[in-house]
């Protein structure tokens, strides 16, 4: 498989769950129940499909410098994770935002699916 048909292979995938992210929110937006919680599981999907796309040239190789991106972008990912519980636990406990279990999962998911892969594009420049 060629570079470019990994890359438009990620692309397509990622418009795919854009518009399929889209069709989600407009849906649940005019029956009355926006956030369900899968709706922006689709938009991290998306996120990470894009991502994909963009450094599917750099991991195809698998050498030291993406396992350096991986390794370093994990790194930073974790704090952020961290910072993400550390800020929703006293909104949730203090009924700032009302979430069930479900939404507050789904919520966590796309912020961790995003920052992951957001954090190899963003090291994938610098190193």
């Known amino acids: ?20 992210s889209l069709l989600l929110i407009y849906a649940s937006v005019s029956t009355g129940a926006f956030f369900m919680g899968h709706e922006v599981v689709f938009v991290g999907t998306s996120i990470m499909s894009f991502c994909l796309s963009y ?3 750099q991991f195809k190789e698998n050498d030291e410098r993406s396992k350096r991106i991986r390794e370093r972008g994990l790194f930073f990912s ?10 929703l636990m006293p909104l949730l406990q203090f009924h700032i935002i009302n979430l069930n279990g ?7 998911a796309t912020l961790t699916i995003s920052t992951v892969f957001t954090s190899f594009v963003i090291l994938s420049k610098r190193y």
């Open 102 to 108: 479900y939404q507050a999962v789904s919520l966590l």
């Open 55 to 57: 450094l599917y040239p």
């Open 1 to 20: 498989m060629s570079s470019k048909a990994g890359r438009r292979v990620f692309f397509v995938s990622g418009l795919l769950f854009s518009l399929y």
């Open 78 to 87: 974790y704090f952020f994770i961290l910072g993400y519980m550390i800020i």
